[in-house]
């Protein structure tokens, strides 16, 4: 079994500051039972101006990450609402 390594992108803790902290718990668990055990299984990739991108999807929100090799590198964490024009202005 491959764990993968979890790399967070720096503006990480501006994203999560105004979810609260129960959905922060939730999101967290999540990303690491997951994304760092099987990030294929549980992901679902993105199309478009995101492709090569995922999304794990964790009640109203969504974890937008990639990988690369054995690191997973999430990008994003938001709301379903905004969190996908806010992934492509990060990215670009």
């Given at each position: ?5 979890l ?16 959905i ?17 299984h ?14 794990l ?17 999430v ?8 969190v ?8 670009s």
């Open positions: 079994m491959t764990v993968f390594q790399v967070y992108h720096h503006d990480i803790p501006r994203d999560i500051v105004s979810i609260p902290r129960n922060r718990d939730i999101i967290r668990h999540a990303i690491e039972t997951r994304l760092a055990v099987d990030p294929l549980y992901g679902v990739p993105l199309r478009r101006s995101l492709q090569g991108y995922r999304k999807r964790v009640g109203d929100y969504r974890v937008i990450y990639r990988i690369s090799g054995a690191t997973v590198i990008l994003m964490i938001g709301q379903r609402k905004d996908y024009s806010r992934v492509e202005k990060r990215i």
